[in-house]
């Protein structure tokens, strides 16, 4: 077949691609709602008392139209919103001649109607959108990352495993100038590096400050390169910070305790790279089912 005449007919077949065929698949209710610019009921969308953080996509196409932030509860029984993504939702009078319809500016899905001067907020604005015409999509938490050693990090994992707002851990290797070492290679005591816990945290759920409190609480912070039977400089104390936020906080929570009589012996030193542990070593205590031997909670801040 002529290559001229193949083209133009695939150029025609995509021209008439049908929206099923280039947008999301949708319910009896959504076409109702969406395509034939019906309305759902009132107070019976999934969205109406939602407060969940994230955005807000047109179930239609995936183009995102609105944000949580701009969410509110308006009572009129369907999500309003006071404001929306510049050049993503559009306006055009409704058929009755009387209201302004508003569309996603992507697919013209229909989404609901907007209305000015109600003065339910600042923005003096209301969206009124059916939730079938929505996809939500939740907010990514924000992650930070600590570094925490204290003698063997099973224990130091256990703790810390057990806080609001720790996303995840791992235990590990850092501090050393050995490439990618292995459990054995540390415990002999020549890498430099300390058994080390990674802690990847929400910073709108727990603080540094918070983690750093409890490291010091969860370990004897006085101990010089051991951590109860643990000796060598492998089980040494040591905060790695990985900015100057970290380390202000660190040093201040040291000058705490030092003030109340401890005499610590935390080393406080630059983050550098992480080397995980093999994989028997993560979780261990809750693979085992049982508590750390050798760190106990004790409190030591007011």
Not at 132 to 154: H, M, N, R, T
Not at 228 to 245: C, L, M, W
Not at 271 to 284: G, I, L, R, V
Request: with cysteine; proline share 3%.
């Amino acid at each position: 077949m002529n290559k001229l005449l193949l083209f133009v007919i695939l150029l025609i077949g995509v021209s008439f691609m049908s929206a099923e065929d280039k947008y999301n698949k949708l319910n009896d209710l959504e076409k109702y709602v969406i395509e034939n610019k019906g309305t759902e009921r009132p107070f019976t969308g999934i969205y109406n008392d939602h407060d969940e953080e994230g955005v807000y996509k047109c179930k239609r196409c995936g183009e995102t139209l609105f944000k949580s932030d701009d969410k509110f509860h308006s009572g009129c029984g369907w999500p309003s919103f006071d404001d929306a993504i510049d050049g993503k939702v559009k306006e055009q009078t409704d058929a009755d001649g009387r209201r302004t319809e508003i569309l996603c500016a992507n697919c013209n899905a229909h989404l609901g109607h907007v209305f000015k001067g109600e003065g339910y907020t600042d923005k003096n604005i209301r969206h009124c959108v059916n939730s079938v015409s929505l996809q939500f999509e939740p907010e990514e938490p924000k992650q930070e990352k600590a570094y925490f050693a204290g003698g063997c990090f099973w224990g130091v994992e256990y703790h810390f495993q057990k806080l609001d707002g720790v996303l995840s851990t791992a235990v590990g290797f850092m501090g050393g100038s050995v490439k990618n070492p292995g459990y054995y290679d540390v415990v002999g005591g020549n890498t430099g590096h300390a058994e080390t816990a990674e802690i990847v945290y929400d910073p709108a759920k727990v603080s540094f400050e918070k983690l750093a409190k409890l490291f010091f609480e969860i370990h004897d912070p006085t101990q010089i390169n051991r951590q109860g039977p643990d000796i060598g400089h492998q089980y040494r104390s040591a905060v790695f910070y990985t900015n100057k936020e970290q380390k202000k906080i660190t040093m201040q929570l040291i000058e705490e305790l030092e003030d109340k009589g401890y005499d610590i012996a935390t080393e406080l030193e630059i983050a550098t790279s992480f080397y995980p542990a093999e994989n028997y070593h993560q979780d261990y205590y809750e693979k085992k089912g049982s508590k750390p031997y050798c760190h106990v909670y004790t409190k030591r801040f007011d």
